[in-house]
């Protein structure tokens, strides 16, 4: 056996320090391969000395993942390739461009164990192997100053103990023990295999069982001697007389025919993400081979579940941030809105203008989005601004010329039929408000990222996001803890010194806070009780380790286990070296790329098995459709467990709490009267369904349109009207171009010769414009309905919609019905009625009842006149 690395095993993870051979090694330090390990040993296991590698890893390299010095680096070697000359190998220089984090992180990973230009150089074959070096040699002045920390800690004995020492870590005869480590990082083994020269003996400990080499014969080449550990005869196997449920597994897996089944594991289907959504229960682990993925969605079904989470992005001040460095493009030499950006920003909170905040006009925004649909540079959305402002103005004359009450709004729209445009809806008051934000979101993003300005430093490009913060006046306003808290730790790395005084490219800078506001900057929390504080959270596979010992929960449950995310066999090599290069070298450190890209599907067993040691409930799921992927099944694994599965299709997971509230007979008298004061077309949307009529009618004053298919509609009924009130083909396109300039000429003519045909021309003139209705003392044409239904009453054969036109015709509101309708439900939301006419009501988009297209088979509707 080697003198001075050991490896000990065992086959119980809840046991193992019962065991005589671990006796020797309960009071020296414990580093363990992930967080969650090392809270369960200790927890579990009564393990008072373990700690994270993760966390050792930033004692040895202090400042070297500093979010400022990562940022400075890329900052750099952006500026790097940016003067690159090398008219031969342009293609290579723009894939690096288009690359830079990932060649940055090769950088700093091969600089940080050790090697350096020189090192790789007489190994490539590659001319983007080569280049690599060349720009790596340019780079590391600016790694030097900060390894030079990681090179004294490791230099020996000494130098490596005071780190322990400074973490209260204590070393028991010269012995570290390395837990769950089955995968070995190249960063990790370089820093073990010093701790090996300076003299220390490292004890690797770690889940096996030989019975079993199915599951676990991949160890055997993780621990030997070709990586610089021990022979595998010198290993002290231990063994324990229980028997775990992930035995029954490895044995199946071998292809042994085993009687019974699983017991304490179920599984269960999911057709779509809001069914798994519904299902989420607080204190359970949930764990996930796509956690990312899982957690990005979750966030947007239930963003309350993340409220303390640290992240940067997950709040507003981090989206407004990144999209005002996001609005330049250096390469077009312009700047850049869209639908997302103005949204975020509008939603952020951190977008003033006056005395007023964006956030109270985020609902005014949506629904003159459509309006802007072919915009992108800043000047396309001003000048289109300004043409909404000149459309709305004149729209609005007739509704001024009868001096309307804001109260009146079921007169005005039957005066200005356009309002039922989403965008006219919105009044100029607003349109000048909004106006203001958008150019004020320009200013600021002009004087963060000046494209004209060429190079400044860094420390002034910092100065003027902290002036940006000041000047908001938003930190103390309304801002939570957390996100008071990130932004606290933001201004105080903007104010630290800045050691870079080089000047760089502003469009540069500009993409490396992009960079690193979606990667790199998170708040210095606590992470060993970051994993339990968030209400929900889906871990990564690789803390299932210490996961199965943390047993205070209400289960276990492995989630998004479907065959195309479950086992997952990439493993991508470092970026731009080849495989083969990394063979070449030859190095035990680097191997470790190569061990991980052999061993990814060997991985996945291992921790299926480890999963499976879990002693309480085990739930295992996945969703069949989400993502690009269709009718997904249960992972390989998942099947040879043979469970019965739970199908989830059909079940509603939301359950409303009845309504108790018990309106009395005055009450009820005052709104039956409201009601009943409205005009007679409004109950016909009663009558199609009573939850489009209380969105249309009661809650909104009157509907709008926003989608382009019920626009065009709209514009359909204009074009019928301009024709029957004489005009010709071209005038009426000329005039729909100015009131509509986002379409396309072409779209315009197609849209105004569909509607030209005679028989539509002749119903307006007769029945649109001919007949006539009346509300209070107003008078209007009939042709004001088109606007409402987007069509005329004759349009459907559907008997709900002609028995709901019968009120046009005289028949008389059913007060039992207007009863019925405010009469208290056992649900939160009013009945709907969903049917074929869903495609034509102005609230499908967020209506959970509507039904889509893809829903209603051959149920159209004609256009009869």
């Known amino acids: 056996m080697s003198d001075t690395v050991r490896v000990v095993t065992y086959e119980n993870p809840y046991t193992f320090h019962l065991l005589p051979d671990f006796q020797p ?20 296991n009564r393990i008072l000395h373990a700690y994270s590698i993760g966390e050792l890893m930033k004692k040895f390299y202090p400042r070297w993942n500093d979010t400022e010095h990562r940022f400075n680096q890329y900052s750099r070697l952006s500026d790097l390739l940016r003067d690159w000359k090398d008219e031969e190998n342009l293609k290579v220089i723009r894939s690096f461009k288009r690359n830079k984090l990932n060649l940055l992180i090769t950088m700093r990973n091969l600089t940080e164990i050790g090697l350096r230009p020189d090192d790789i150089l007489d190994f490539s074959k590659k001319i983007e192997e080569k280049l690599f070096c060349d720009v790596w040699e340019k780079m590391i002045p600016d790694f030097t100053p900060y390894i030079a920390d990681s090179e004294w800690n490791l230099q020996g004995y000494e130098t490596i103990l005071q780190i322990f020492s400074n973490e209260d870590l204590p070393i028991r005869n010269k012995t570290i023990v390395l837990h769950g480590f089955y995968y070995i990082s190249p960063g990790q083994h370089y820093v073990f295999s010093k701790w090996k020269e300076a003299g220390y003996e490292l004890v690797f400990i770690n889940l096996y069982n030989e019975q079993f080499p199915e599951i676990f014969s991949f160890l055997d080449e993780n621990f030997s001697e070709k990586y610089g550990w021990a022979k595998r005869n010198d290993w002290t196997l231990t063994t324990d007389p229980s028997t775990l449920r992930s035995e029954r597994f490895a044995s199946v897996l071998q292809g042994d025919v085993l009687d019974g089944k699983f017991e304490g594991i179920h599984e269960k289907a999911y057709e779509y993400m809001i069914e798994f959504v519904g299902d989420l229960e607080d204190g359970v682990n949930y764990v996930s081979p796509s956690n990312d993925q899982l957690q990005e969605r979750i966030r947007e079904f239930r963003p309350e579940a993340y409220e303390g989470e640290s992240h940067f992005l997950s ?117 000048n408000v909004i106006k203001g934000f958008m150019e004020k979101l320009i200013s600021d993003a002009k004087w963060i990222v000046n494209i004209e300005e060429e190079r400044i430093t860094i420390k002034t490009h910092f100065d003027r996001i902290k002036k940006l913060l000041d000047e908001s006046g938003v930190k103390n306003s309304f801002l939570g803890s957390v996100e008071r808290d990130l932004v606290n730790q933001l201004e105080g790395m903007l104010m630290r010194p800045v050691e870079d005084g080089r000047t760089y490219h502003v469009s540069d800078l500009a993409e490396a806070i992009v960079v690193y ?105 996945w969703i069949r459709n989400w993502d690009i992927h269709e009718q997904l099944e249960r992972s390989v694994y998942v099947q040879l467990l043979g469970l019965e599965k739970e199908d989830n299709a059909g079940k509603s997971n939301y359950q409303y709490s009845p309504i108790n509230i018990q309106p009395n007979d005055i009450e009820m008298a005052t709104v039956q009267n409201k009601l009943l004061s409205f005009p007679r077309e409004e109950f016909v949307e009663m009558y199609l369904c009573q939850r489009r009529f209380y969105y249309s009618s009661v809650v909104n004053g009157f509907s709008s349109y926003k989608s382009p298919f019920h626009q065009e509609l709209l514009v359909g009924n204009l074009v019928k009207i301009y024709a029957a009130s004489g005009q010709g083909k071209l005038e009426i396109i000329d005039i729909l171009q100015g009131l509509f300039p986002y379409f396309t000429r072409i779209r315009l003519r197609f849209i105004v010769e569909e509607n030209l045909k005679e028989n539509y021309v002749q119903g307006m003139r007769k029945y649109g414009l001919g007949r006539r209705l009346y509300y209070e003392n107003l008078e209007y044409p009939t042709s004001t309905i088109y606007f409402q239904f987007l069509t005329h009453q004759g349009a459907f054969q559907n008997e709900r919609w002609k028995g709901s036109f019968e009120l046009m015709n005289g028949r008389k509101v059913n007060k039992q019905d207007i009863d019925q309708f405010i009469s208290p439900k056992d649900g939160h939301l009013i009945e709907a009625t969903p049917s074929e006419l869903c495609k034509l009501c102005p609230h499908n988009e967020y209506c959970e009842d509507a039904l889509y297209s893809t829903d209603i088979s051959k149920k159209g509707f004609d256009d009869i006149e």
């Open 25 to 44: 090694y309960m009071d020296t330090v414990h580093i363990c391969a992930s967080s969650s390990l090392a809270q369960g040993v200790k927890r579990k």
């Open 517 to 621: 506001l979606k990667n790199g900057f998170e708040l210095e929390l606590e992470k060993e009780n970051e994993m339990n504080d968030q209400k929900v959270s889906i871990q990564r596979l690789e803390q299932l380790d210490g996961l199965i010992l943390l047993n205070e929960g209400k289960g276990l449950h492995l989630c998004g286990m479907d065959e195309k995310h479950f086992p997952e066999d990439s493993s991508p090599m470092p970026w731009p070296l080849s495989e083969q290069l990394i063979q070449r070298l030859n190095r035990p450190a680097t191997d470790m790329y190569l061990y991980r890209k052999c061993n990814q599907g060997a991985f996945a067993k291992y921790l299926f098995y480890l999963a499976l040691c879990y002693e309480g409930q085990i739930s295992i799921s």
């Open 315 to 431: 709040y507003p001040i981090g989206q407004y941030l990144l999209h005002l460095h996001s609005i330049s493009n250096e390469d077009k030499g312009n700047y850049f809105l869209n639908d997302k950006i103005l949204m975020e920003c509008f939603s952020s909170g951190w977008l003033n203008y006056g005395t007023d905040n964006a956030r109270d006009y985020t609902d005014q925004l949506n629904a003159i989005l459509p309006y802007f649909r072919n915009c992108e540079t800043i000047d396309e959305w001003r000048d289109q601004m300004l043409r909404l402002q000149a459309a709305k103005k004149s729209s609005s004359r007739s509704i001024g010329k009868d001096q309307l009450k804001k109260t009146d709004h079921f007169k005005a729209v039957r005066i200005n039929p356009v309002l039922r445009f989403s965008f006219f809806s919105v009044t100029l008051k607003d349109l």
